[in-house]
DNA sequence: ATGAAAGCGCTAACAC
DNA sequence: GTGTTAGCGCTTTCAT
């Protein structure tokens, strides 16, 4: 059976003081700062009493006591999907960093599955958010920012909410990714999108407008909106498209992408040599094949960390009167010859790649 | 400014009963079953002052009170990588169901990190553990889980150690992938895989090896090992590989085939033309372009559920000595063909493909 | 520089 | 059926 666990009181009495004393010393060695107050002595001897005894300080008492959980929650589309993923894995390790623990939740696009996690990570008790809002939330979201804790928007905004965001220029995305096209000769350029009503998507459908709006392309502008719940419905949209001419598409996300290039292929067409690719985040064997013209590569770590650290930031000064801050990270444009002429993979961010 | 929390207290004294009765009462209501040994009318009452003044527990008196935290620790390789993406999804979707809050942890297949994600997770106080143990953690693992809490292994297993498991029929999967690559007539195989040693791994080799044999192919047998942290070694593998004839190769995972591939390329040859492969874990766009002749396909949600439902028994039969399960899976093969084949991508498990 | 004591909100054993 | 009570382990004044 495991031994009965080691308490604040057990170090007091083995080391001949109060409790408090004891309680007080463990909470300054957390907090870094040189011990004061206290004969060094006798910090010493309830720090070596601590360590013989294994002691482990009880999370939930201390949540109790203190009202803080250093706990954060991350609430995205879809922990499954790479990009948010990647953006998860990071925060989490910086997390640890910080010794914060990191909850989190995949609303599916879903407001009422967005609403319900706010609620369940409220109640389970967090001290503050990193939500990446979805369509129909904004109310929801609005309203659980203006009472309860801090909150961090990811990658997409949420109209007429005070509150911190970390974004990309997806506007400035949009264009240099159409430009891309538009660079290598193509001017029956169309657009892939969703008909979500998103932050992000709007605005880079607005870069491809104002990119073939400057190459004097104002007439050949078109953008297909797809739901994201039936995307099949791509598979006219490509034939259509063959139909007209259209040379090239400029696809909104990786999803729809990777739908696209699937019907494409479905109809016996080939890339590049029926249609010219743009799109918003890689992937591996789109690399490998040499699939896209271009890509967006989107600043991961930087999403990850500055979300994280402006919510640790609000969350460590909450006395303060909240000032919102608006990150917008900058994209930047792969371009195929790139990745073809690119060295054997080496070193990434992290340690080293994981084999499953 | 948001208004103190409403408690337990505040809902006796408006419902006019003690704190214990509303406790007996909120407690009985979580569980779901009928209230029983209180008075309909004083239940219905405490009820409806609990929703009127929007009652919600506090989760760490709970705890601290109770010794249970209703939060389980998932630990894995790599939480950004594909397959445990998934896989955390599914475990994530099923433990909200149950009332559970997940804590996810990555690995990096790092023995020490594993060490700490456990000790981390053990204070912050979870009462179960899902894991993927990683080379050189066995010791630590098996320490952890004679004094501590339940644990379920996932995708691999430990030596010696009396553990719950759910794993992939590696061997099975081993034989039958490469099976498929015999059919077509290949008899040059080789496999490509980790220099780790980890029992899934190792179990996939061994399926090569039998199966090879079986078509008596002994002498073709060769298994290159990679070090997970320089992948870049394959070039040289590959390149040798086409200079002594091999046709085809298997590869161990995903992120290895994808190296593979990459390397292939990277040296001007063309797949299948030059090279034949099969791999466990296809992604879109090998499917897409048919790149392998076949692969293994694992039983994601199964592992998910078969992991958390075993936790969550051993969990809630504490009391009981463990009695730990062993669970494997039926490996899946998919041919090319039937990927050509297959229609435009409709309903999966879940509701919808997520746009990003 | 150290200790005593009062809870944080809740559950569970027991009393009525 | 319902109320009383004693903490769970910790932080935090306020004394000393």
């Excluded at 792969?334 to 993979?345: H, L, M, R, T």
Aim: glycine share 6%; proline share 4%; hydrophobic share 40%.
């Amino acid at each position: 059976m495991r031994t009965r666990k080691v308490t604040i009181k057990d170090i007091a009495t083995e080391a001949g003081v109060s409790v408090s004393l004891v309680s007080f010393v463990m909470t300054n060695r957390a907090g870094g700062k040189d011990v004061y107050r206290v004969n060094k002595e006798t910090a010493q001897r309830i720090l070596e009493v601590a360590e013989r005894l294994r002691y482990q300080p009880n999370n939930a008492a201390r949540t109790l006591r203190s009202g803080k959980t250093r706990t954060i929650g991350v609430i995205v589309s879809d922990i499954s999907n790479k990009f948010f993923a990647d953006i998860a894995r990071c925060i989490e390790d910086l997390a640890y960093k910080h010794k914060y623990t990191v909850l989190f939740g995949s609303t599916d696009e879903n407001p009422r599955k967005l609403e319900n996690l706010m609620t369940v990570f409220f109640n389970r008790g967090i001290d503050g958010l990193i939500i990446v809002p979805c369509e129909g939330a904004d109310q929801a979201i609005r309203r659980v920012a203006q009472q309860e804790i801090p909150i961090v928007l990811l990658d997409r905004e949420v109209e007429g909410a005070e509150l911190s965001s970390v974004v990309l220029n997806n506007c400035k995305a949009g264009i240099r990714i159409t430009e891309s096209l538009v660079d290598r000769g193509y001017t029956h350029i169309e657009m892939v999108s969703y008909s979500m009503s998103l932050s992000n998507i709007r605005e880079r459908e607005e870069g491809y407008r104002r990119c073939m709006a400057l190459a004097g392309l104002e007439e050949r502008i078109r953008i297909h909106h797809l739901h994201h719940d039936r995307l099949e419905q791509i598979d006219p949209v490509v034939r259509d498209a063959r139909a007209r001419g259209v040379e090239a598409f400029v696809f909104a996300t990786n999803t729809l992408a990777l739908t696209g290039l699937t019907a494409i292929h479905r109809n016996g067409w080939h890339v590049p040599q029926d249609f010219a690719l743009a799109c918003f985040d890689s992937n591996e064997t789109f690399d490998i094949y040499g699939t896209a013209v271009a890509c967006v590569r989107q600043p991961i770590e930087q999403f990850g960390r500055e979300a994280l650290e402006l919510l640790i930031r609000h969350i460590e000064h909450r006395d303060q009167p909240p000032s919102p801050a608006r990150i917008v990270l900058t994209p930047e444009i792969v371009e195929q010859g790139d990745i073809a002429a690119s060295e054997p993979s080496s070193a990434s961010d992290r340690a080293a790649p994981i084999p499953v």
